[in-house]
RNA sequence: GUGGGUAUAGCUCAGUUGGUUAGAGCAUCGGAUUGUGGUUCCGAGGGUCGAGGGUUCGAAUCCCUUUACCCACCCCA
């Protein structure tokens, strides 16, 4: 017979049951962490119809989605998880109760070149809070008090959340009068950090924009200092408007409400920072925006960004759904933690607290208190294999089951069972129940103490 | 989509100017050792050298084509 050799996609992440356990444990962490803000689970389809997909069309999204045909269905695989909620939130505003708060773990899939970091099916961890017809500023600075509090809760500590207010920068190039450039010129200062300030700016002359132009927004990128320093600087650009709108004070107003607030959110000064750099690629956002970096890995770029959005579902519906939102690229941050070393190794990854090895072929015994075992909360397997006993112990080994009970003819006789500690060695003789309280009191002490991550390599 | 690199055992890789039967470490399996593991020692299995073609007496090695993967750009989480 001709053996196909087995392969994954490039771009497609698959985990030995360890590593499996620890990005459980981190998925399990966020929603635990989403939950505490009120947020409702939400999972929608992983296929959409390709018309529903790409109501926005054009552009990259285009380029990258999974797109396929089944029968006469053109069909698409989601490369998102915010396009989805807005076709759910068109189809269910009738029933849902608004200011609405959800959140939801999934796999999205992006038909690019894969590459360190970049996948092309990958987890977003999302969370959105959309109102009907308003929606008040102060979700906008919730949102970083949301971020800081998931990555904290992670073990994480070396990250910057960067805060950056759109309407700043469009009212800003509308003083400039260089509005009909705005979306280029966004897109050229967002890359400032990787090709420095010369090239940033040779680009925007490039791009059509005047010398003095380009020096003005040059030295407008540049203000620097710290957050209140960075808003009273930005103070002599206001009133500059000329049209109705007033569009940059309306901005700034806006960052300094978020920024005042994060504080008493929760989050320290340290973790946040305005970054009039940071414009984010998609169109939609209209107010604050996001992005999330790992100060010692700048190279991964941002593991979790978003922002304020004014009409979610215009595609969908007339409804007004103003909103605001961020993504963890969970799957980018796995690979990092994992690429330096970061994942505890303190951390339960077995697949089981205890592993029954029957000695004889008399199994009665081993079974009822594998079930005893299980009906009192213990992960138990039970080891039915005819192997000999130095292979039984290596399996143990090797999955790193913290116990293993023993139980043979001895036992059954005089009614007991042998508990032995994998870790150090000691080995004891209790009771059916004892060694099920025994085991149950370490394991759930060593589960409640689990650190997700060790920094130990966090200089 | 654009540019560069790599491809030899399950994994990480050696393999000389082209020359006998292509090697090592790790992993796997068996034995030393049938109620006490991690160590050690001994042994075994495992390869159409990515695929196709060419040059040559002879190709893992040189040439061409192709595919896959990796890195970077674009873009993004």
């Known amino acids: 017979m001709e053996r196909i050799k087995p392969r994954t996609l490039s771009g497609f992440m698959e985990l030995l049951p360890e590593k499996q356990a620890q990005m459980e444990r981190i998925m399990e962490t966020l929603r635990s962490t989403y939950s505490l803000y ?42 998102d998880l915010t396009v989805p909620l807005a076709k759910y939130v068109a189809i269910n505003c009738g029933q849902l109760s608004f200011p609405f708060r959800r959140y939801q773990l999934g796999k999205v899939f992006r038909g690019e070149r894969a590459q360190r970091g970049r996948f092309r099916e990958f987890y977003q961890a999302d969370i959105d809070i959309i109102g009907d017809g308003e929606l008040d500023v102060m979700n906008e600075a919730e949102i970083p008090a949301i971020i800081y509090r998931t990555f904290t809760t992670l073990g994480l500590t070396k990250f910057k959340i960067r805060v950056n207010n759109r309407k700043v920068l469009n009212g800003f190039f509308e003083i400039l009068e260089l509005s009909d450039r705005a979306a280029d010129i966004m897109h050229t200062i967002d890359k400032l950090d990787k090709i420095g300030t010369e090239k940033c700016r040779a ?11 380009a020096d003005e927004i040059m030295s407008f990128i540049a203000i620097n200092g710290t957050s209140a320093e960075k808003l009273k600087a930005l103070e002599k650009y206001r009133n500059k408007n000329t049209t109705y709108s007033k569009i940059f004070d309306v901005g700034l107003k806006e960052l300094g409400d978020v920024v005042r607030h994060l504080p008493e959110f929760g989050v320290p000064e340290s973790h946040f920072e305005i970054d009039l750099t940071i414009a984010r690629g998609l169109d939609y956002y209209t107010g604050t925006v996001y992005e999330t970096t790992l100060t010692e890995h700048p190279e991964i770029g941002s593991v979790c960004s978003g922002g304020r959005y004014d009409n ?46 029957p000695m004889t072929e008399n199994k009665a015994k081993a079974i009822e208190t594998a079930t ?15 192997k000999k006993f130095k292979s039984k112990m290596n399996f143990a080994d090797k999955i790193g089951v913290p116990f293993v009970v023993f139980i043979g003819d001895d036992e059954i006789a005089d009614n007991f069972v042998t508990v032995k500690n994998m870790k150090n060695g000691h080995q004891f003789k209790k009771s059916e129940k004892m060694a099920m309280s025994y085991i149950k009191g370490v394991v759930t002490l060593r589960n409640n103490s689990d650190l997700i991550l060790n920094f130990v390599k966090e200089k």
Request: glycine share 10%; charged share 25%.
């Open 38 to 79: 009120g947020f409702a689970p939400l999972d929608t389809p992983i296929i959409e119809a390709s018309e529903v997909l790409l109501a926005k069309g054009g552009g990259e999204t285009e380029k990258q989605i999974y797109r396929f045909e089944k029968g006469d269905s053109d069909l698409s695989l989601r490369f």
């Open 203 to 213: 680009l925007l002359i490039e791009g059509g924009v005047s010398e003095n132009a």
């Open 312 to 357: 979610l579902a215009e595609y969908y519906t007339d409804k007004k759904l103003p909103g605001v939102g961020i993504s963890i690229g969970l799957t980018r941050l796995f690979f990092v933690l994992e690429e330096q070393g970061m994942l505890s190794n303190e951390i339960i990854t077995s697949p089981a607290d205890v592993l029954i090895i």
């Open 372 to 386: 005893l075992f299980r009906e009192n909360g213990i992960r138990t397997m039970l080891y039915s294999e005819q």
